[in-house]
């Protein structure tokens, strides 16, 4: 049932006419429920009041697999403008963004040149950029462009996906860069040789990669609505001595309100995704798709707003 529920949400997140019913009809239902907003100014408001809550945040101008020059230059200003209004603005707030979104299908010196450009001025205002990683054809080029910008910048990390056989190798092989990362279960679906078909196989490769990270001395992002996960990662903590500023848990806007309250309560840095533009449709049917469970934390988050 897990499996046919993945593939149904995984199907619906292709679907052009519900995406484009969703950018015409959805933005103001899904802001301040889904999405911060249909832009990053109208996000400003839904992050204050987060960060007034002790909880951080990271953002994203939702879009991938540009094909476009003209689009991959407009979202690297995006990227710019958005991060110098953090900084103005005193939010505390970090970027992720996607490779494709810079042009990565096209060309990689177009990719290069935009993420330099991002990465400048991130390293001016001393804001996090993390490269979200994405779909097993464009995985090695995400890490080897990652490995690149790491030689020269500080304020740049990447993501890393346990559903993949491949990650704990890509996990050692980070090393030498004390990478900041962010380790998430995984969204796409990919081919049994290149994943974990079943789910209890994910979990524990996850759990092994949150150790192996942690043990490493890599800062960590643990990105999961998962209690076992979470629970699982503060027992490692104590047992190893771990310090909670080694650490983090990260976790989607508008789902499990409370949990991100409660590990802020608790002394935990608790970070949270907030997207925001049109393109919001694909991105929640993907979420849905993760884990059955957050079919329910969306739906509770939707209508308690």
């Known amino acids: 049932m897990e499996a046919i529920t993945r593939d149904f949400f995984l199907y619906l997140s292709k679907n052009s006419l519900l995406n484009k019913i969703a950018q015409n009809r959805g933005g103001s239902f899904a802001a301040g429920k889904l999405i911060g907003g249909v832009d990053f100014k109208s996000s400003v408001r839904f992050i204050r009041d987060l960060n007034n809550q002790g909880l951080s945040v990271t953002v994203d101008h939702l879009g991938e697999f540009v094909d476009s020059v003209e689009v991959a230059n407009e979202r690297t200003e995006e990227c710019i403008s958005t ?5 103005k603005e005193g939010l505390d707030s970090q970027v992720s963004l996607k490779m494709t979104s810079l042009g990565l299908d096209i060309d990689r010196d177009l990719v290069v040149k935009n993420m330099t450009r991002i ?9 996090m950029v993390t490269i979200d990683m994405e779909d097993v054809p464009r995985c090695q080029a995400t890490i080897d462009l990652f490995k ?12 890393l996906q ?3 056989y491949r990650t704990e190798k890509d996990l050692e092989d980070l090393g030498k860069y004390q990478p900041f990362l962010r380790l998430v279960k995984g969204a796409y679906k990919e081919a049994p040789e290149h994943a974990f078909p079943e789910k209890t196989d994910v979990d524990e490769n996850y759990k092994k990669l949150i150790e192996q990270s942690l043990l ?7 990105a999961s609505h998962d209690d076992q996960i979470i629970e699982y990662t503060k027992e490692l903590a104590k047992k190893h001595n771990i310090s909670n ?10 789902m499990r309100n409370k949990t991100q309250l409660e590990l802020a309560k608790q002394g935990y840095k608790m970070r949270v995704y907030v ?4 393109d919001w449709y694909g991105y929640f049917m993907r979420r849905l798709a993760e884990r059955p469970a957050n079919i329910a934390f969306a739906f509770k988050g939707i209508f308690k707003k």
Do not use: W
């Open 119 to 127: 990465l400048d001025t991130a390293e001016k205002h001393k804001i």
């Open 148 to 159: 690149q910008f790491k030689e020269k910048y500080s304020c740049v990390s990447t993501v």
């Open 162 to 164: 346990a559903y993949l």
């Open 245 to 254: 500023d080694r650490f983090e848990f990260q976790m989607l806007y508008g």
């Open 275 to 278: 997207p925001y533009g049109m």
């Open 216 to 222: 490493n001395g890599n800062y960590t992002a643990i």
């Open 83 to 87: 991060i110098e209004m953090i900084s």
